[in-house]
């Protein structure tokens, strides 16, 4: 694995060739911006400078002052303000992005920007590191978990973090906490009910005693599961998405067995209200996994 100490978009270019963040990459040795592998018009030298500056602190507080001294001497006599506004905006127009709701970058009233996409390194010599630190320099120190599920991620055909917006934390674990709810009830509520759940079955006559055994053995799986989560939720375990990640094959199947269970009360529900269900279960798997990766997969931005 690759170990970074700090790095610098002056670098030779054998060291550093391009940088992602989202659909985007920036070619570090020629200034050009690409979109989906196609050229985008060519920005302008201060705008590009600011770029350059908030990829060197991703996720950090870039001040404005930090910028005004890297943009502009001190004997030089602009209007900053106007200047550096006209620039932002110009990186905003080019990424499709807006102050009131930014993707990549965040304004800090009166203070500076800052860069919340997550940023992948490609250099000659690596085939990718993400950052998905307060900066890469802390790379070397970031959960190797983390990186290989990011990379792992990018073959499949399931949402990458990449793709999905990002979402308040606090939505985000309210959201998952209630998933987690739901299945424990669904759980705790068929086991006291077994003796009804016995005699919904008994037409099924062969089958009535498998099925009715996988219900209490899935269930005594999932409670302990349910019961974590829903720690891990409450105390803001900065881990969960990783744990998640590495039990989503496991509970992908519990899930889906589980989202057959309105069928059991087909005669209360109806037959179409059941599929209907059924179909909305079938998906929540994928919804919880989403879920962690808006709001917990990235460390979330700071002040």
Same mark, same amino acid.
């Given at each position: 694995?690759?170990?970074?100490?700090?790095?610098?978009?002056?670098?030779?270019?054998?060291?550093?060739?391009?940088?992602?963040?989202?659909?985007?990459?920036? +070619?570090? @040795?020629?200034?050009?911006?690409?979109? +989906?592998?196609?050229?985008?018009?060519?920005?302008?030298?201060?705008?590009?400078? $600011?770029?350059?500056?908030?990829?060197?602190?991703?996720?950090?507080?870039?001040?404005?002052?930090?910028?005004?001294?890297?943009?502009?001497?001190?004997?030089?006599?602009?209007?900053?303000?106007?200047?550096?506004?006209?620039?932002?905006?110009?990186?905003?127009?080019?990424?499709?992005?807006?102050?009131?709701?930014?993707?990549? $970058?965040?304004?800090?009233?009166?203070?500076?920007?800052?860069?919340?996409?997550?940023?992948?390194?490609?250099?000659?010599?690596?085939?990718?590191?993400?950052?998905?630190?307060?900066?890469?320099?802390?790379?070397?120190?970031?959960?190797?978990?983390?990186?290989? +599920?990011?990379?792992?991620?990018?073959?499949?055909?399931?949402? +990458?973090?990449?793709?999905?917006?990002?979402?308040?934390?606090?939505?985000?674990?309210?959201?998952?906490?209630?998933?987690?709810?739901?299945?424990?009830?669904?759980?705790?509520?068929?086991?006291?009910?077994?003796?009804?759940?016995?005699?919904?079955?008994?037409?099924?006559?062969?089958?009535?005693?498998?099925?009715?055994?996988?219900?209490?053995?899935?269930? @005594?799986?999932?409670?302990?599961?349910?019961?974590?989560?829903?720690?891990?939720?409450?105390?803001?375990?900065?881990?969960?998405? $990783?744990?998640?990640?590495?039990?989503?094959?496991?509970?992908?199947?519990?899930?889906?067995?589980?989202?057959?269970?309105?069928?059991? $009360?087909?005669?209360?529900?109806?037959?179409?209200?059941?599929?209907?269900?059924?179909? @909305?279960?079938?998906?929540?798997?994928?919804?919880?996994?989403?879920?962690?990766?808006?709001?917990?997969?990235?460390?979330?931005?700071?002040?």
């Amino acid at each position: 694995m690759m170990s970074v100490e700090r790095f610098a978009l002056t670098e030779p270019k054998h060291e550093m060739k391009k940088i992602r963040f989202g659909v985007f990459e920036l +070619d570090t @040795a020629t200034g050009e911006l690409w979109r +989906d592998g196609k050229a985008q018009p060519q920005l302008r030298d201060q705008a590009l400078q $600011i770029l350059r500056t908030l990829l060197e602190h991703p996720r950090e507080l870039v001040t404005r002052e930090k910028l005004r001294d890297r943009l502009w001497s001190s004997d030089t006599f602009v209007d900053f303000d106007h200047g550096l506004n006209t620039a932002v905006n110009q990186l905003r127009s080019a990424f499709g992005d807006s102050a009131a709701n930014p993707r990549y $970058i965040q304004t800090v009233p009166r203070r500076g920007y800052r860069f919340i996409a997550p940023v992948e390194i490609t250099s000659s010599l690596s085939p990718g590191v993400l950052a998905q630190g307060p900066s890469v320099g802390n790379i070397a120190t970031s959960s190797r978990a983390e990186i290989l +599920d990011s990379q792992a991620a990018r073959f499949s055909i399931l949402s +990458d973090s990449h793709e999905l917006p990002f979402a308040s934390k606090t939505a985000v674990r309210i959201l998952f906490s209630l998933i987690q709810l739901m299945y424990l009830i669904f759980y705790v509520f068929s086991l006291a009910r077994l003796s009804q759940v016995e005699v919904i079955l008994g037409a099924s006559r062969g089958v009535a005693l498998p099925i009715l055994v996988l219900l209490i053995v899935t269930a @005594a799986i999932g409670i302990p599961i349910r019961l974590y989560l829903l720690a891990a939720t409450a105390f803001n375990y900065r881990g969960l998405n $990783i744990k998640f990640q590495t039990l989503f094959p496991f509970l992908l199947p519990l899930d889906e067995l589980w989202a057959l269970a309105p069928f059991l $009360i087909t005669h209360r529900l109806g037959f179409g209200l059941g599929i209907a269900a059924t179909a @909305a279960l079938l998906f929540l798997p994928f919804s919880q996994r989403s879920l962690l990766l808006m709001g917990f997969s990235v460390k979330q931005p700071s002040d």
